[in-house]
C-alpha cells in the first residue's frame, strides 16, 4: 500500500500515529551493532525456501522482514522473504487475523501493497473480520492489537469503538491477557477462577503489544507500565532483569523483553535500569540470541529469540517503517 491509502473504507479518524519519528536514530551505537550482529546470524538462518523457521514459519518470516527493514540492509533475503510470504497467501496459509496483520505489517514495511499481495487483498480480509463488539478473531486481545497495529501501519483510519474495545479489555493489574477479555469471575490477573483449564492470565507480550497499539488512541483505565515493572524478573544475579511472558513464567527471555523495550518506545518512556543490559547478557558472540536462561546458563544461539531481539535492541515500535538498500554478510553460529 505504500502508506497510502488505497481502499476507502467508513471508518473514523481518531487520531495521527504518534509514533511516525524514526526511534533507532537515538539508539545507542553499540545497541545498533548488537542489533546488526543479530541480523547477520538472522539472514545465514533463512532457508532456501525464503523463510525464517523461527516460532512459526509465516509469522517468523513476516518478523524478519521487518528486522531488516528496521536495520535497511539484506536487500536480496528480504526479496526472498517477501517472495515466500506471497507464496503462502497465494496457497491460502495466511488465514487468521493474526497472520494477515503480521503479514501486513511487513508488507507495508518493504513498502508493497497489502491490498494485491498474493493476489488478495489482506487489509480487505482483516477489515471483513470486523464484528460489532469491535474485536477481531477468535484469540481476540492479542488479534485486537495486531489487527489496529496492521491497519495504522496501512495509514487506514481507525473506528474509536476498535480501540476502545482493547483499551477495556485490560485486566485489572494492568496487563492484558493472551485470549478473551476479562469476565466477572476471573481474578485481578484475568484467571478464571471458577474454570481449572482458564491459564491465560495477563502477560508482558499481549500487553507490550496492546499498549503500541493504543498509544495516541486512547487511554486504558489502568497503567500496564505499572503492570509491566511488577511484572519484571528481580532474580538475584547479573543474569536476569528483562521480563518474562507471565506470573508464572518470569524468568527474562529475549522475545518477551524486548517486546516490552518496543512499547517503553512506543510511548516515549525511558526504559528502567538494567532492562536493556537483560537483553544485552543473552546476545552470543556470532550475534546470535539466547531465548532465556537455564540454571545460570543461557540457552543456545536461537533464531526465534534473535528475531525479537533486533527491534528491541534499536527500541524500535511497531509499525516500522524504512528503506533497505543494502546487504550485509551473513553470520553462521554453531549450536
Keep these: ?20 519519528i524514526p526511534v533507532h536514530a537515538a539508539t545507542p551505537t553499540a545497541d545498533r551493532r548488537r542489533a546488526f550482529a543479530a541480523g547477520r546470524f538472522i539472514v545465514a538462518s533463512q532457508s532456501a525456501s ?31 522473504a517477501l517472495g515466500y510470504l506471497r507464496r503462502q497467501v497465494e496457497r491460502g496459509n495466511v488465514a487468521t487475523v493474526g497472520l494477515q496483520a503480521k503479514v501486513v505489517l511487513a508488507v507495508e514495511a518493504a513498502g508493497q501493497d497489502p491490498t494485491a499481495f498474493g493476489g488478495k ?31 495504522r501501519s496501512a495509514g487506514v483510519a481507525l473506528n474509536l469503538k476498535a480501540a476502545t474495545w482493547l483499551a477495556d479489555a485490560q485486566c485489572p493489574d494492568g496487563g492484558w ?4 477479555p476479562h469476565r466477572p469471575s476471573e481474578n485481578r490477573h484475568c484467571i478464571d477462577a471458577s474454570n481449572p483449564n482458564d491459564s491465560y492470565g495477563s502477560d508482558s507480550n499481549t500487553t ?32 536476569h532483569g528483562g521480563w518474562g511472558f507471565t506470573w508464572g513464567f518470569r524468568t527474562t527471555d529475549a522475545n518477551s523483553t ?27 558472540p556470532c550475534g546470535a540470541v539466547a531465548y532465556s536462561w537455564r540454571k545460570g546458563e543461557r540457552t543456545g544461539p536461537d ?14 515500535p511497531l509499525p516500522v517503517t524504512g528503506t533497505v538498500s543494502a546487504n550485509f554478510a551473513p553470520s553462521a553460529c554453531a549450536t
Excluded: N
Aim: net charge positive.
Design 177 to 180: 491477557q493472551y485470549d478473551q
Design 50 to 80: 525464503g523463510s525464517f523457521a523461527g516460532f512459526s514459519p509465516v509469522g517468523s518470516t513476516a518478523d524478519a522482514v521487518l528486522d531488516l527493514v528496521a536495520l535497511g540492509r539484506g536487500a536480496a533475503p528480504l526479496r526472498k
Design 258 to 284: 524486548a517486546l516490552v523495550l518496543q512499547a517503553y518506545a512506543a510511548a516515549g518512556m525511558t526504559v528502567p535500569v538494567g532492562s536493556v543490559a537483560a537483553l544485552r547478557r543473552l546476545q552470543y
Design 303 to 316: 533464531l526465534g529469540a534473535s528475531l525479537g531481539a533486533v527491534l528491541g535492541f534499536l527500541r524500535v
Design 1 to 20: 500500500m505504500g502508506r497510502i491509502l488505497r481502499r476507502t473504507m467508513s471508518v473514523v479518524l481518531v487520531c495521527s500515529i504518534a509514533w511516525a
Design 121 to 151: 487483498d489482506l487489509l480487505g480480509e482483516i477489515t471483513d473480520t470486523f464484528r460489532p463488539s469491535g474485536r477481531f478473531g477468535t484469540a481476540a486481545v492479542l488479534d485486537q492489537a495486531l489487527a489496529i497495529l496492521a491497519l
Design 208 to 239: 507490550a503489544y496492546a499498549i503500541m497499539a493504543l498509544q495516541g488512541l486512547t487511554s486504558p483505565s489502568h497503567d500496564p507500565f505499572g503492570f509491566l515493572d511488577r511484572l519484571r524478573d528481580r532474580s538475584r544475579g547479573p543474569a
